[in-house]
């Protein structure tokens, strides 16, 4: 057992046989979640909307936890995508203020832990409170190196890739003949940051929903049926268990070879 791991993980439980099961090794080094299914968590409840949306802020903790003690290096979460603007507003409000008060609670969890922040997405039509919170708590960590947290906010992968080619266009030294994929992706709000190996979405819904569209190419895609409000570190472990028995190939024949 990992030492981060210990006291963690309950002897004995299931969780501690999943962790058994990993090779730590080979784990992704990038993990992408879509997190769905907190309206239907709270229906199930007869309970309104945001109590789900609640109630998924704690999977939020618990994930993040979980990625850092495990060794993931980058985690993204999808949490408020352009097309989420349609929603009522009160609920809305609701999300932005789950978000303003995380990030008020869990600055010092994200130092302690040597954790960083980065938002994707475009901050404009952000609530000003809560972009400076965004912005303190990414100057705050910004030089930490032990778990990425990518969190999406107004968030489109459409967007993503118009917003680079605009910047392709404005940039004055770029030639066209050296454009190519590699150099594309550094126009991308990920710049730098590896691309996910695994996708996790909850809820079973089968669709990937302008989520890093560029940057899924290659990713294995987990779905699981769980709501997210219920989504615990045991469904992550076993998430990285089924990621390790996928052959991963990249177009080629042979399995689990390096991508290029
Ligand atoms: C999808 O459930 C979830 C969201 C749109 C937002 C995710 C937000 C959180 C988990 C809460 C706060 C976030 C942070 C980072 C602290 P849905 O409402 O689409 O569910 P449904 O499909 O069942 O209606």
């Known amino acids: 057992m990992l030492e981060s791991l210990e006291g963690f993980i309950k002897p004995g439980s299931e969780e501690e046989s999943l962790v058994n099961q990993l090779d730590f090794n080979r784990l992704p080094r990038h993990v992408a979640v879509i997190m769905d299914g907190n309206g239907r968590w709270a229906k199930k409840r007869n309970r309104p909307r945001v109590e789900g949306h609640r109630a998924g802020s704690k999977s939020v903790r618990e994930i993040v936890e979980t990625c850092g003690r495990i060794g993931i290096q980058y985690l993204s979460l999808y949490a408020f995508s352009k097309e989420n603007w349609k929603r009522p507003k009160k609920e809305i409000a609701t999300l932005w203020r789950l978000l303003e008060d995380y990030l008020k609670k869990e600055d010092k969890v994200l130092v302690k832990n040597n954790f960083r922040l980065k938002v994707i997405g475009q ?15 990414e100057a705050l960590t910004k030089n930490n190196d032990r778990l990425t947290i990518l969190l999406a906010l107004n968030y489109g992968g459409r967007s993503e890739i118009v917003d680079a080619v605009k910047r392709i266009m404005e940039d004055p030294d770029l030639k066209s003949d050296s454009l190519d994929e590699a150099k594309f992706s550094q126009y991308l709000y990920t710049a730098d940051i590896p691309d996910p190996d695994l996708l996790i979405r909850t809820s079973g819904e089968l669709r990937v929903s302008n989520f890093l569209l560029w940057q899924i190419a290659y990713s294995e895609i987990w779905i699981t049926e769980e709501l997210w409000p219920d989504f615990r570190k045991k469904h992550l472990l076993h998430a990285l268990v089924e990621f390790q028995k996928r052959e991963r190939r990249f177009g080629d024949i042979r399995p689990n070879v390096e991508h290029t």
């Open 123 to 137: 901050k404009t039509s952000i609530p000003q409170s809560v972009i400076e919170e965004l912005e303190r708590v």
